[in-house]
């Protein structure tokens, strides 16, 4: 088992990564916390694919588990599902030993999170991510969050998990249109901070997408120490940590103005990381062999690289309202050669609208 720590001051936590572990994780959660009841949170599909290897893991050490279900899709990050599981919380006398146990991917993660970072002023959580998007991303760092009509994220806290346990086996049964757009937040991985694991990406594409077992715990933990290493520098992201979100500002704003419904986050980061490549092109931050070698990439792992037919004026108004912009001036993260990126304050329109306006 490969074991990782998110090393923050008072609130460090393990990152487990493995095969086999949904059926040991009562025994992995109760050598860390003492929960007076364990509550996991999860989608009727996923209940339907690991409830019972779950709910076995966890009697087995004691803990006589409650599930509560929500739909499906980025629309269950809102105030209104939250506001529906406090309720089944409080009918079940949930208490500040409670532990919520997050059991899907990123939204149900991110809900989770803002649930345990709000819920009688803060209880207990561990994340159990079943998809490689939020294996390698959403579920270590602790941003939570839910969505408001006018921006992805805009209500959450920092709220960092107990626990973080990755099975592998989980992404056996993942959709390949899911699983690809994981493999998105991996190349950012790659493009932000690690040439080699980019390298890597291109050379072994082929059993990356077959699953090969030895690849996708390279990819993973990879992934993962770079995140852990990026909070602990920066856990409230008050600089250094805005790198990770690298092409999420033109990503945003597609999920935005397409009501969250014509791509997946991993999907939206594609294009976005491909807008943003050509935006340091613009600005003489990079050579166009970098955009063009991200695109070769996302496209070998057939993510989509055009963008979708949205006004560019809809789409700089949108990203006025991202959370890196302060000021009212647009920030983004540029890169300037694979493995390196920058932080630039204060990006003109002018360039931004040049991107949009062109069709690399």
């Not at 932000?192 to 690849?215: G, P, V």
């Not at 390196?340 to 002018?350: G, Q, R, T």
Request: hydrophobic share 40%; with cysteine; net charge neutral.
């Amino acid at each position: 088992m490969k074991q990782l720590n998110v090393g923050i001051v008072g609130r460090s936590y393990d990152i487990l990564i493995d095969h086999n572990l949904l059926s040991k994780i009562g025994e992995l959660i109760s050598k860390r916390l003492e929960p007076s009841q364990t509550i996991v949170i999860t989608h009727p599909s996923i209940r339907n694919l690991f409830g019972k290897k779950i709910e076995s893991g966890l009697t087995a050490t004691g803990y006589l588990p409650d599930f509560i279900e929500i739909p499906e899709g980025e629309s269950s990050k809102s105030l209104k599902q939250a506001e529906m599981v406090y309720d089944r919380m409080l009918e079940m006398n949930c208490d500040r030993k409670s532990t919520l146990i997050a059991l899907g991917g990123g939204v149900v993660g991110d809900l989770t999170g803002f649930i345990a970072a709000t819920y009688q002023r803060g209880i207990s959580f561990v994340q159990i991510p079943t998809t490689l998007l939020s294996q390698v991303d959403s579920s270590v760092g602790g941003k939570t969050a839910v969505n408001h009509p006018r921006g992805k994220n805009m209500i959450g806290a920092f709220y960092q998990p107990k626990l973080v346990v990755v099975d592998i086996d989980t992404l056996q049964t993942l959709p390949l249109k899911e699983y690809r757009a994981g493999i998105a937040e991996v190349v950012k991985y790659g493009i932000i901070a690690d040439e080699k694991l980019f390298t890597f990406l291109e050379n072994y594409t082929k059993e990356i997408l077959s699953l090969d077992r030895e690849c996708l715990e390279y990819i993973i933990e990879t992934s993962c120490a770079i995140k852990a290493k990026v909070v602990e520098k920066d856990e409230l992201e008050n600089r250094h940590r805005m790198i990770l979100n690298f092409g999420h500002t033109f990503g945003h704003s597609i999920e935005t103005l397409t009501n969250y419904t014509e791509y997946l986050h991993g999907e939206a980061l594609a294009i976005g990381m491909i807008q943003a490549a050509w935006l340091s092109v613009e600005t003489g931050e990079c050579a166009k062999d970098v955009p063009i070698r991200i695109t070769n990439l996302l496209k070998k792992f057939n993510l989509p690289i055009d963008p979708p037919n949205l006004k560019p004026e809809d789409i700089i108004r949108s990203m006025y309202h991202d959370k890196k912009t302060t000021h009212n001036k647009l920030r983004f993260i540029l890169v300037k050669d694979i493995g390196s990126v920058k932080i630039v304050d204060n990006v003109s329109e002018l360039p931004v609208k040049a991107v949009l306006n062109k069709n690399h």
